[in-house]
């Protein structure tokens, strides 16, 4: 085995960061997995799921409610404080969800699962993160089973965002986070670099579906968690912290760009679109 | 009534156009119209639907398919040729979608039809060749049917086109297409800036449901139809011809793109995602 590679998330659990996170559901992050998840589970009652990097959880949990009626969800994150929180969040949605998920910290890397150990295995803007994303997909196929597992993946491509009405300091915001984003290791362009990996990590072209997915913030609730969670970044996160310590923003820049989100969040016609890259892998 | 818009379809009719919007269906470019078709379809076995711009038609066709016992589209086009081939195509698929589909010469601008005469309106990828877009936006609305008929509109957006492999003369080819097409009066933005548009028509935002979605060309056989295009569009379509006349790019710098194009449908790893926006306007 070569040397672990170094276990970092890069954002940090701060609030500003997790808070956005809570938004996503499997119907708005993980729509292109759900087909493969009934059609797996009308075959076999106790499907058995791996989320990779899991993080707060509220994918998972709604992933729960697709599974067959024995199927089980086991939560991977390398931060014990934020399978806390998970477990926190699955058990408010009841024990119909919360008696399928168990959780354990595990590095992406290092999976310690047996060869073939779950039938799907799914990770939501986890290789984005990672130096050396290859590495964690093999994991990945690894762990999943041969003769029609899948192995599900969607990673977000910062290069793929669109604002309206159009305003220079939100892409300046988005060139300061992708920025920041480099600066801690992880991958800017995953988006349409998913399908590469997916290949570098032994999957053959014929057994990979790729396409893309969106994120659209544009509705007057989804606006104001959207908007809300960028200003929360900008006065508490660690992308201020970052962006100061690598001189990409000052003090004044920061408040121009808070005050554009303002804007936005108020505009009527705002919109947020935000493209991400999803593959299905079905390991032979 | 204002004087009518000048009408001319920017991109024209020559086959390096048409051809690869013949890959377009109702799942890869309408699959956002198909609850509401569906829905609307099941309380009225005689739903009206008007494909406004329908060009040459494949997906007017495989609407046709959601269609209630008795549901019928009119498809308009400003070109009674491409009207010709859209029928020809529709003929194609048979009795049971042909029977179903009739066509008319007719200006987005100026809908020859009453005030709610249909109860779907759908419009893909027409607004983006308009100079006005919000008029054209507005008389979709006054023949959609008050009391819950829908608009659905679908709009590209020529900044947000992913490439991969990463490739200086890809992303030249893409500002290209996008200077020639905002040169023929078009609108290079239109994805993000759809719901405006519609709000400018009259629309209230309560009453849109604005999100976005995309295409992918990755799969060997849609990197063939896409890159073969887009090349056939460099050896001999409008965009080559009007590139030159603008001064935007050398008979080089075409060579150079078609290499870099045959590189592309060649890599197995190689995907193009392209997002576009898309409204549903439900009329009260």
Known sequence: MTAP???????????????HH???????????LLPHLERLGRANPRLRVLDVGAGSG??????????????????TDI???ILDRAR????????????????????????PFPDGAFDVVHAHQVLCHLASPADAVREMLRVCAPGGGVVSLRETDM???????AREELEQFRQLATDVMVANGGQAEGGRRLLSWVLQ????????EAGFGTWCYSAPQDRRAWGGSMIDRLRTGQMRDKGFDLGL????????????????????????GIMNGEVIVKKK
């Open 79 to 81: 931060s014990d404080d």
């Open 249 to 272: 923003v000052t003090e004044r820049g920061i408040e121009e760009m808070i005050r554009a989100w303002e804007d936005w969040m108020a505009a009527d016609d705002a919109t947020l």
């Open 159 to 165: 290069g793929m965002w669109c604002f309206w009405p």
């Open 58 to 75: 509220t994918i998972t949990a709604s992933l729960a409610r697709y599974l067959p009626s024995e199927g089980t969800i086991l939560a």
């Open 201 to 208: 990590a032994g999957a053959e072209r014929a057994d990979v």
């Open 88 to 111: 926190t969040h699955a058990e408010a949605q009841g024990p119909d969800v919360s008696r399928r998920i168990s959780f354990q910290r595990a590095s992406a890397y290092e999976l």
């Open 22 to 32: 809570e938004w996503r559901t499997a119907e708005n992050s993980a729509a292109h």
């Open 5 to 19: 590679q170094v276990e970092i998330y890069g954002p940090g659990y701060h609030p500003s960061q997790t808070k």
